[in-house]
């Protein structure tokens, strides 16, 4: 027959691979080449004639006037070549792509892309990568004198042209060598060119009279490129970038959604979400949660999972699949352990097979955070078939329904249920609790870790309040340890507002840190009315032969101020109102983030030396570009959002108790 698949540009066919021709814009396809198991007994419409609607405007014009009608070109391009006719497919572009990438069929196996499905056949991988290649080296057709797409050399190894495989098929006079036909692919011997090659104009032999009908001219496939959209010039790789380089970069979408998936998968500067110490080897191929293996007992993750990601994977199909999260706590999300608790009796419940027994926190799925469980004063670890997990009997109350803390809120989020450890400084007395006596502060684990207060294991377990926490601890601290990553990238140890080359596993480390910092500041509707109160325990750190005695206060970068000055502060920079917005989102917008004003907001709040020191306008815009990235990357472990922890809706703290409009975004 005369028409030819547009796929593997062959003519012939079998009883169970037809050729089949689109009703709207006419395109033939191999069934097999195109993806069609059985042909069509009415209409057929090719993958871009569905999606743009050409379908129902044919099937619509031919019911009203009884022929079919000819149908307009389709606002599509190839990302691979100029050609706009043929047998398109959809490409699989990133995430936060606004706009429907298409390819040539065609010109994919060509150029060795797969599907993403090789049953459904719908959609081809992501061809970024392999464009920027392309544009970086600056190749271009001989042919029709564009650069866009992928070309392929002459098969001449002396020749140096590269073609577009369209131009090279339309203008009829290079040879093509197909690697495949509608069958499968070619055996080597049978054909007499290596498959998969071509060969420009001068190095083809092609007889006059076997040139194709509706063959274009050079000048044809001139104009045919011009009338490309032009294609937006692809950025530096990002170790050669600027600072400023950077920023234009990251203003586009497509550009920023790359960054993310790189920084937020990368080792380099991620924390354990366990003892949050670097030098991280393990990442949960599911959830994304960090962490040392070490820190997790044996056993508890394996197959590149964390044990709550393995839990759902094995159990989600069970009639009484219940979500696995901690029962310490109220953070979703982080690594965690099976715990284990037997009763003193069994006599509320008779047998261990019970329901009520099974749901109660002695039952057998239950499941608390690694550091809720592992650096809790009353635990223990045990091993049970291999794993190990957490002796919980010490903290449960014999009913099986609460903990031994049940009668204490925890002090930042308010809520009582869960276990809430006590500062562990000596004398810790709760000066807001209303019920007389001595009282220590109280919290969750993960709340305290989330508002930056001190955790860690050292001398058993250490967790302190925002009156007695470390000087590495406080908010001003964690700011310094975010820049002197920065510093340190300069041989000089001299700031340089970022502006040199940085590597992505140098960005990955800012970032890990930024998410961190802007977490810490997620709370600050909390902690603002303590650093009002009382200041924070931040320390100058001294150089090697500085003596503080005999330094000023601007040397040491010492800021005094008092509980009325810092009152002032946190209403000026509105401190507070800056933590409810970042832990609720509210500057998110249905096409995204707002930036310029949550920008505006850390300025404020970085531009108050009482809370960060006398910072310089270089650094505060450092500040300001790494966590506004932190915000916009969306990290589960920021706790905003959809993954913020719950609060009390009591009057637990001061902008619940006056009614203020933070309360909506509180609860």
Not at 128 to 154: E, R, S, W
Not at 276 to 304: I, P, Y
Not at 326 to 351: D, R
Request: charged share 25%.
């Amino acid at each position: 027959m005369d028409a030819v698949c547009d796929i593997c540009w062959d003519g012939e066919v079998t009883p169970d691979n037809q050729i089949i021709f689109c009703d709207s814009c006419n395109v033939a396809v191999h069934q097999k080449c195109y993806g069609i198991d059985r042909v069509p007994s009415g209409n057929y419409f090719c993958h871009p004639c569905t999606h743009f609607g050409k379908d129902k405007e044919f099937l619509a014009a031919e019911r009203r006037e009884g022929h079919r009608t000819a149908s307009t070109r389709m606002p599509i391009n190839c990302e691979l070549c100029p050609r706009k006719q043929g047998a398109f497919v959809q490409v699989d572009a990133p995430e936060l792509t606004r706009k429907t990438k298409w390819i040539h069929i065609s010109c994919a196996k060509w150029a060795g892309l797969h599907y993403v499905d090789d049953e459904l056949k719908d959609k081809i991988e992501d061809v970024t990568d392999l464009k920027v290649g392309f544009k970086q080296n600056g190749i271009t057709c001989y042919l029709c004198k564009g650069g866009m797409g992928a070309m392929h050399p002459c098969r001449n190894t002396k020749c140096g042209k590269w073609l577009h495989l369209t131009c090279a098929r339309t203008i009829g006079t290079c040879s093509v060598q197909h690697g495949e036909n509608g069958e499968g692919f070619f055996e080597p011997d049978s054909i007499p060119f290596d498959p998969w090659t071509l060969a420009c104009v001068e190095h083809s032999d092609i007889d006059p009279q076997n040139i194709r009908n509706g063959s274009l001219s050079a000048n044809q496939l001139v104009s045919l490129a011009k009338s490309y959209p032009p294609e937006p010039v692809p950025p530096k790789p990002f170790y050669r970038m600027n600072g400023k380089e950077r920023k234009e970069y990251w203003s586009d979408s497509d550009n920023l959604a790359e960054f993310f998936g790189k920084v937020t998968t990368n080792l380099f500067g991620a924390v354990c979400a366990v003892c949050t110490e670097s030098g991280v080897d393990q990442r949960c191929e599911k959830c994304g949660v960090f962490f040392h293996a070490g820190c997790l007992g044996d056993g508890v993750c394996r197959d590149g999972l964390c044990r709550g990601c393995r839990y759902t994977e094995e159990r989600a199909d069970d009639d009484f699949y219940k979500e696995p999260s901690c029962h310490l706590c109220n953070q979703n999300g982080g690594p965690l352990m099976k715990t284990v608790a037997k009763p003193l009796t069994m006599k509320k419940w008779k047998t261990a097979t019970s329901s009520a027994y099974k749901r109660s926190l002695y039952g057998d799925n239950n499941f608390c955070h690694a550091i809720c469980g592992m650096w809790n004063p009353l635990c223990s670890t045990e091993k049970k078939n291999g794993e190990t997990v957490i002796q919980c009997f010490n903290i449960i109350m014999s009913d099986g329904s609460r903990h031994v803390t049940h009668q204490y809120s925890c002090k930042l989020c308010g809520l009582s249920n869960g276990f809430k450890p006590d500062c562990r400084q000596k004398g810790c007395v709760d000066r807001d609790c209303s019920k007389r006596g001595s009282n220590p502060c109280r919290f969750h684990v993960t709340c305290a870790r989330q508002a930056g207060l001190e955790v860690s294991h050292e001398d058993n377990f250490t967790l302190k309040c925002f009156d007695h926490v470390g000087c590495t601890s406080v908010f001003r601290a964690r700011l310094e340890d975010l820049i002197e990553i920065e510093i340190l990238r300069s041989p000089e140890k001299i700031f340089n507002k970022g502006n040199n080359p940085m590597s992505l596993d140098h960005a990955s480390s800012l970032f890990h840190s930024a998410v961190v910092v802007l977490r810490t500041l997620g709370w600050a509707w909390r902690w603002a009315e303590w650093w009002v109160r009382d200041g924070d325990n931040w320390e100058p750190l001294l150089e090697e032969g500085q003596d503080e005695k005999l330094m000023t206060d601007e040397e040491l970068k010492i800021v005094r101020s008092t509980p009325e000055s810092r009152c002032e502060d946190a209403r000026r920079c509105r401190l507070a109102a800056l933590g409810a917005a970042l832990r609720n989102r509210d500057y998110d917008t249905e096409e995204g983030d707002d930036q310029e004003p949550l920008e505006r907001a850390l300025r404020a709040v970085l531009s108050t030396p009482s809370l960060v020191g006398p910072l310089k306008k270089k650094e505060i815009e450092f500040f300001v570009t790494w966590l506004s990235l932190a915000y916009r990357s969306k990290s589960p472990w920021l706790g905003f959002g959809d993954d913020k922890i719950p609060v009390a809706s009591t009057g637990f703290c001061m902008h619940i108790a006056d009614g203020t409009p933070k309360v909506r975004t509180l609860r």
